[in-house]
């Protein structure tokens, strides 16, 4: 029996015993217990399973088991919640979101860096040490007990289960829509906004990958898991969903924070403008790329202002990836009294960064021309924590960005780009290419497929690209 185990009572068999509804866990048992929730055979038990992982810029992650999920629309933190309860929020794209609510059987959580950094350097060169299991109040025991069961017998030294390249090997490759349909749809929004119908759309498109062989989503997602859990500085959030008959599999590698609060403090940003690597002093000086930050900016503070005290906004700044760079405006303040942080997100979401500006002839640009975002793509995910009291509750939510969805033998990723009046076909082609490297590198994609996705076909004029 392993160190765990001995800290924990056996299971009655009486109805009314149960388990601890917390219990800390030695990191090596951690990852045991990784291995058994995304292990198939815990699935032929509990086929309705769902599994989803949410992990923040800090490092903090969450890892929740689902059996029989309990889903609502929200705009509050739930009435007669107990303190310290937690819950994962998500949302598909939609106009305004609909934010539903999932409570998670089984909770394991990873600690995140605190906000005043000064464990920052001792994380990074040991990783993590310890992680907390929690059991959802009422849980029946003998689930409960098989979990304890499984992890006395999975190994706690898993290896990752794929290589970081070339891991999926593909066979086929479509783009939807092809570069000639995806330029006639930048011309076609550019005679809008010359019309005056709206200033700003995102245009999106996606490339499918169809596999040699099909993987095991679950697999995937364990390998995921442990190198997210790897101690290296990471930019970006990391949700995942696995779900459905066949567990298909949503990822997304998203550096956009939509909302953090913390009680009635709250921060978010505009990120919009985006180049090539090494290209940020020029992208801080140019007219469209500022123009495009400038107008999510603005229309964030204009949604913020009757539910905020007051509103702080930082200076314009980059936020390097290793794959892109953007422009960032960073947004803070503090909400009036009695005000949801949940309201507020729907409020904001979509920005114009993810949709455009106005948003309902925007909206009707992008479903008229069938390309609404689908799947997870451009909504949310996150959690809100329960506090002591209102003003404790913990808030956060990424825009599901630089995605991808696992499903049988194909793999989707996704891509979009701010479409202005300046904007170049050529451009934004290669920008939406680009933004598909974090989750196909993740995925163990081959490494040359970006470039073939980035890719101008032959012939096409592409001029001097320097920003996107």
Same mark, same amino acid.
Request: charged share 25%.
């Given at each position: ?21 917390? #219990? ?27 599994? #989803? ?67 920052? =350097? $001792? ?6 040490? =310890? ?18 069961? $499984? ?43 010359? @019309? ?7 245009? =999106? ?260 690209? @320097?920003?996107?």
């Amino acid at each position: 029996m392993n160190s765990f185990l001995k800290t924990l009572p056996s299971v009655s068999d009486t109805p009314e015993a149960g388990l601890p509804n917390t #219990r800390d866990l030695p990191f090596p048992a951690a990852r045991g217990l990784i291995g058994v929730l995304t292990d198939p055979a815990l699935k032929s038990s509990f086929p309705g399973r769902s599994l #989803r992982v949410f992990s923040d810029l800090r490092g903090g992650l969450y890892l929740g088991f689902f059996i029989d999920e309990a889903l609502g629309a929200v705009t509050g933190a739930p009435e007669q919640a107990e303190p310290d309860s937690f819950f994962f929020l998500e949302s598909p794209f939609a106009c305004p979101p609909v934010i539903t609510r999932h409570v998670p059987d089984v909770l394991l959580e990873f600690p995140e860096t605190p906000e005043d950094g000064t464990s920052t =350097s $001792a994380a990074a060169s040991a990783g993590y040490r =310890s992680a907390k299991l929690h059991f959802r109040p009422g849980l029946p025991r003998d689930f409960a007990g098989r979990i304890l069961t $499984a992890i006395d017998s999975f190994p706690q030294d898993i290896p990752a289960v794929l290589p970081r390249e070339s891991a999926l090997s593909s066979e086929a490759l479509h783009l939807f829509p092809d570069y000639q349909g995806f330029r006639d749809t930048v011309l076609r929004a550019q005679e809008s906004m010359r @019309q005056g119908i709206f200033h700003k759309v995102v245009l =999106s498109r996606r490339a499918e990958i169809i596999l040699r062989t099909a993987p095991r989503p679950a697999d995937l997602l364990r390998d995921l898991i442990f190198r997210r859990l790897a101690p290296e500085p990471c930019g970006a959030y990391f949700y995942a969903r696995l779900a459905g008959p066949e567990d298909a599999l949503f990822v997304s590698f998203s550096p956009e924070t939509l909302l953090q609060s913390r009680g009635r403090e709250f921060r978010t940003e505009a990120l919009a403008g985006s180049c090539p690597p090494g290209q940020g002093s020029f992208l801080l000086r140019d007219a469209k790329n500022i123009q495009e930050n400038s107008i999510v900016a603005e229309e964030i503070k204009e949604r913020l202002a009757e539910l905020a005290l007051s509103l702080r906004t930082g200076p314009l700044t980059l936020k390097p990836l290793d794959y892109i760079e953007h422009l960032k405006t960073p947004i803070s303040g503090l909400l009036k009294e009695g005000v949801s942080p949940l309201e507020v997100s729907r409020r904001l979401h979509p920005t114009p960064a993810v949709l455009g500006f106005p948003r309902e002839p925007a909206l009707g640009f992008l479903r008229d021309e069938g390309l609404l975002p689908e799947s997870l793509y451009a909504g949310l995910g996150g959690f809100i924590r329960t506090g002591a009291s209102g003003d404790e509750d913990r808030l956060t939510l990424a825009v599901l960005l630089r995605a991808a969805r696992v499903h049988s033998r194909s793999v989707t990723l996704y891509g979009g780009a701010g479409i202005l009046p300046a904007s170049r076909p050529e451009s934004e082609w290669r920008e939406t290419g680009s933004k598909m490297k974090a989750a196909s590198e993740a995925l163990g994609l081959p490494r040359d497929l970006i470039s073939i996705i980035a890719a101008l076909p032959a012939g096409t004029e592409s001029g001097q690209l @320097q920003t996107n």
